[in-house]
């Protein structure tokens, strides 16, 4: 399977506990991104990374969020004092950017965190 | 303010009919979208895109148009199969590639 994972698919953790999150892009993939979706909701942006740099952040990623892409591979997003509001899918994307066009976004499977 | 808006939460359709799914936005300077299926448990799945520089777009059984002036695109499924009930997303490509989505519809396709 060459798609987009993520570890771990669920989560449960106290209130106060801090979290991390793993997701594996497509391979050779140089983009990609973060979002949060909420029962209800379409997903919502959260970061992006071209690479290794992390080229945008929503104002939705509160100082307690933290997002990684050490090598321009895989990368991480830590919750930390985690809240009950925190509770919701944690989905990754990874796309190819293209020299002209736009270039499409394939999802993992998402991490559903439940903060109790 | 939601700039993405799938005003309908479900629609339910019977076999081998047609199913219309509608999305309505607001920003005008979008000018890319695209259609992703959802089921539960799973990411979203990428389904068909369209420039805004095309009013359609063909992928089998998946069709999608875009009217810029009444800033309204629409999937059409033809025929749908039971195996198209799942929840579709709209999406727009805002300014650094992220994606501004809808809240989604839900299908069901009756056998």
């Known amino acids: 399977d060459t798609g987009v994972s993520q570890d771990p698919r669920h989560k449960i953790t106290k209130r106060g506990q801090n979290v991390t999150f793993r997701c594996d892009p497509i391979s050779e993939h140089n983009r990609l991104y973060w979002y949060r979706q909420t029962l209800g909701q379409g997903p919502e942006f959260l970061t992006y990374?071209?690479?290794?740099?992390?080229?945008?952040k929503s104002r939705l990623l509160s100082d307690r969020f933290s997002a990684e892409r050490p090598k321009g591979s895989f990368s991480t997003l830590e919750i930390q004092r985690t809240e009950q509001g925190d509770s919701a899918m944690y989905l990754c994307?990874?796309?190819?950017?293209?020299?002209?066009?736009?270039?499409?976004?394939?999802f993992g499977p998402g991490t559903r965190l439940t903060v109790l | 303010d939601q700039q993405v808006k799938q005003n309908s939460p479900s629609l339910s359709v019977q076999e081998g009919r047609i199913s219309i799914l509608n999305c309505d936005y607001t920003n005008s300077m979008f000018d890319y979208f695209l259609w992703y299926k959802k089921y539960p448990a799973e990411g979203p799945t990428f389904l068909i895109s369209i420039s805004s520089i095309k009013d359609k777009n063909e992928d089998g059984r998946f069709t999608v148009f875009l009217n810029k002036s009444a800033k309204h695109l629409s999937l059409h499924i033809v025929p749908s199969q039971p195996g198209d009930s799942a929840v579709y997303f709209c999406?727009?490509?805002?300014?650094?590639?992220?994606?501004?989505f809808g809240a989604g519809t839900i299908l069901r396709v009756k056998s």
């Open positions: 999406a727009a490509v805002e300014y650094g590639n992220k994606l501004v």
């Open positions: 994307a990874s796309s190819h950017s293209r020299l002209a066009g736009t270039d499409t976004q394939y």
């Open positions: 990374f071209q690479n290794e740099a992390q080229l945008e």
